[in-house]
C-alpha cells in the first residue's frame, strides 16, 4: 500500500483530514487500512476531504455543523461521535450542535436527532474524562 498516491487533492486530503480529526485518529485510521479497502480510503480522502472539506466555502465550524445535522438526519450515527470530537477543532460548540441537532428533529424526525443527541452526550462526556486525566 502506498502511504500517499501521487495527487494534489490526497495531499490536501490528508491534511484536512488531519486537522479536523486529529493525528491520532488518522494515524489509527491509515494503520487499519489493508489492500481491500485502500481504493475506498483514498476516495474519501480525495473527495470528502481533499474536495468538499477543504473547500473555503463554508468554515470548519458550519461545515462540522452541516456535516452532524446531515449524519443525523440520514441516520448514520456510527460517525457522529468522531464529527462530535472534531468539533474541538472545527469551533462548533455545544450550543451549535444542539442547534444542529434541533433542525434534524424538525426536518428529519425526532428519533433520529434524539439518538444524535445521546451519542453527542456520552462523547462529550469521554472526551470531559480524557481532559481531566491528562
Same mark, same amino acid.
Given at each position: 500500500?502506498?502511504?500517499? +498516491? ?10 484536512? !483530514? ?12 491509515? $494503520?487499519? %487500512?489493508?489492500? /481491500? *479497502?485502500? +481504493?475506498?480510503? &483514498? ?17 470548519? !465550524? ?5 456535516? =452532524? $445535522? ?6 448514520? /450515527? *456510527?460517525?457522529? +461521535?468522531?464529527?462530535?470530537? #472534531?468539533?474541538?477543532? &472545527?469551533? #462548533?460548540? %455545544? &450550543?451549535?450542535? =444542539?442547534? #444542529? /441537532?434541533?433542525?434534524? #428533529? ?10 444524535? =443527541?445521546?451519542?453527542? %452526550?456520552? &462523547?462529550?462526556?469521554?472526551?470531559? !474524562? ?5
Amino acid at each position: 500500500m502506498s502511504d500517499c +498516491p501521487s495527487n494534489d487533492r490526497y495531499g490536501a486530503g490528508m491534511a484536512v !483530514r488531519r486537522k479536523i480529526l486529529g493525528d491520532a485518529h488518522v494515524d489509527r485510521a491509515e $494503520a487499519a %487500512k489493508t489492500a /481491500f *479497502d485502500e +481504493p475506498f480510503q &483514498t476516495l474519501i480522502t480525495e473527495a470528502a476531504w481533499g474536495n468538499v472539506w477543504a473547500s473555503d466555502g463554508v468554515s470548519d !465550524r458550519e461545515r462540522s455543523m452541516l456535516t =452532524l $445535522a446531515l449524519l443525523a438526519a440520514l441516520g448514520n /450515527f *456510527d460517525e457522529i +461521535p468522531m464529527h462530535i470530537r #472534531a468539533t474541538a477543532r &472545527t469551533g #462548533a460548540s %455545544k &450550543t451549535d450542535v =444542539l442547534e #444542529a /441537532f434541533q433542525h434534524v #428533529a424538525v426536518y428529519a424526525g425526532v428519533p433520529r436527532a434524539n439518538h444524535a =443527541l445521546k451519542l453527542a %452526550k456520552e &462523547t462529550y462526556a469521554e472526551m470531559d !474524562r480524557e481532559a481531566q486525566q491528562s
